[in-house]
């Protein structure tokens, strides 16, 4: 039996908007990472936080069983992890960290938790002198204080700049190694690197769910290729491409293939492109590839100059039709 199971659906309306619903059915095994991947308006902060407890739903939310859907959100037991951190800017690091043992007890140290996290030197300290990496390992150990059953983590790492997205994301995948945990993120590199199996969210519902590898070599609609990066061709746009597919793919079908798959050979491959573009990424180089009207990208250490003619290819193990 999974860990959290939750089957809810819930209609939210703001003053002047439409209203949205939310209808998702989840489940996270014991010590598994669920992420809930997608667009911002996609329904993931609402879903996260109606498993919470904080909104009404129709539906159930059950912890080995256990039904939790009447409960309050503190006795639920869930780690809640805010986006914006959520600290008590009148409260010292060490009083945050210890604020959830009024309601459970023989919880960890305080102190052992933020040295665990690499601040341990805060203790003393107030939120808003504070940055934002700081903030966030505060937050977190405030919500591994009171020893929860699963972990709740509402976009942690979003408001950060990209080395300290980049350090927490590595401790983050650390902590979450052996605790059950559902994540909400619109990040796909996030969602790769700390993931054990990712939900793939859109309009209040979720449309795939698998394995990292699963959802982004094998997406199951043109929809999901493109948001997580895969390039996404018409076969009835690009013959070239489908005759590489040997009947595999009809002509009103798509395909998806991800750029780090598509080779530039110089003068030979599988078909000729033109060079669009090349717009230089850390390491590397991202080239938009133009040919039979259509236009793919990949990666290159090397990259051609624009307007070239190069030759490219394309491993059938890495097409899929969608």
């Known amino acids: 039996m999974s860990l959290l199971q939750a089957d809810v659906a819930s209609t939210f309306t703001a003053d002047g908007a439409e209203a949205f619903t939310v209808d998702a059915s989840l489940e996270v095994d014991s010590g598994e990472t669920l992420v809930v991947l997608g667009p911002s308006g996609s329904g993931k902060t609402l879903l996260l936080e109606t498993i919470a407890g904080f909104h009404d739903h129709e539906g ?3 912890r080995d069983g256990d039904p939790l859907h009447d409960r309050p959100p503190e006795q639920r037991g869930f780690g809640f992890v805010f986006q914006d951190y959520a600290l008590f800017p009148h409260m010292t690091v060490r009083e945050n960290v210890e604020y959830g043992a009024r309601y459970h007890e023989g919880t960890p140290d305080a102190a052992a938790l933020l040295t665990d996290l690499g601040v341990g030197d805060l203790l003393d300290r107030y939120p808003p002198t504070l940055s934002g990496g700081e903030r966030q390992r505060v937050a977190l150990a405030r919500s591994l204080a009171v020893e929860p059953d699963v972990m709740l983590l509402d976009e942690p790492l979003a408001a ?7 350090s927490l994301r590595d401790d983050l995948a650390d902590i979450l190694a052996d605790v059950t945990a559902l ?3 619109h990040n796909r590199t996030t969602a790769r690197a700390i993931a054990d199996r990712i939900a793939v969210m859109r309009d209040g519902r979720v449309v795939q769910r698998g394995s990292p590898e699963e959802i982004f070599e094998r997406p199951e609609s043109p929809t999901v290729a493109n948001f997580t990066g895969s390039n996404v061709v018409d076969l009835s746009a690009a013959p070239s491409l489908a ?10 079908s798509h395909v998806a293939v991800r750029p780090e798959a598509v080779r530039l050979n110089g003068g030979s491959g599988d078909l000729e492109a033109t060079v669009e573009r090349v717009v230089r990424e850390d390491a590397t180089s991202r080239v938009t590839l133009a040919f039979d009207g259509v236009t793919v990208e990949a990666f290159a250490d090397e990259p051609p100059d624009e307007g070239a003619t190069v030759g490219v290819s394309f491993p059938r193990d890495r097409l899929h039709v969608c």
């Open 243 to 252: 005759a590489l597919l040997n009947g595999d793919g009809s002509l009103d």
């Open 60 to 62: 159930v939310v059950t």
């Open 183 to 185: 994540y909400v993120t």
């Open 160 to 166: 950060l700049d990209v080395p300290t997205r980049q």
